[in-house]
């Protein structure tokens, strides 16, 4: 299957601050690198970070049935970020199946006022006990919808990003 779409877009920065904030804070000194600017491992970890903020607000948590596994991700770097600048990070949730959900967060950098990085997921949910892919819980569901509803009425939506929905995500992963 080719796809359209190549590359992440990086967006306006207007319109990620109009997104709240999972987190502000600033870049230790321990995340730089040989480079002299945060290593990449560190936009992982914050963009988990924001990711796990966002599960948790969805209804899941450590001890829960399900639980969100990670299926695909493509991140994207646009600018860097050095120790002492302070950054946030703003997530939407984009679509969903009844099994898989799609989101992207972008990391900011506030004190240039730049996007610098985005981490776009796919995300299946999944029965802890039988380790299979499972529907959403209804509550859950209705959770996902009104955040898909809430990014969109920000401007999100499906043309953000690279991945895509596909019916047979679930059926390539069985």
């Not at 959403?136 to 919808?145: I, R, S």
């Amino acid at each position: 299957m080719s796809r359209a779409k190549v590359a992440a877009v990086r967006p306006e920065i207007s319109r990620v601050l109009a997104v709240p904030a999972a987190f502000i804070r600033e870049i230790p000194p321990e995340f730089e690198d040989g480079n002299r600017h945060m290593n990449v491992m560190h936009y992982f970890r914050l963009h988990g970070e924001a990711m796990w903020q966002q599960h948790g607000a969805l209804g899941y948590t450590e001890s829960g049935k399900f639980g969100l596994f990670a299926m695909e991700q493509h991140v994207a770097y646009y600018r860097e970020v050095l120790v002492g600048h302070e950054v946030s990070v703003h997530v939407c949730d984009l679509g969903r199946t009844d099994k898989v959900a799609r989101g992207i967060s972008y990391l900011v950098n506030r004190t240039v006022g730049e996007v610098a990085s985005s981490f776009e997921f796919l995300s299946m949910n999944v029965d802890r006990v039988s380790r299979r892919p499972a529907e959403f819980a209804d509550t859950v569901a209705a959770a996902l919808d009104e955040s898909i509803a809430r990014a969109r009425s920000l401007g999100f939506g499906p043309d953000d990003g690279v991945l895509e929905l596909r019916p047979s995500l679930v059926r390539e992963r069985d």
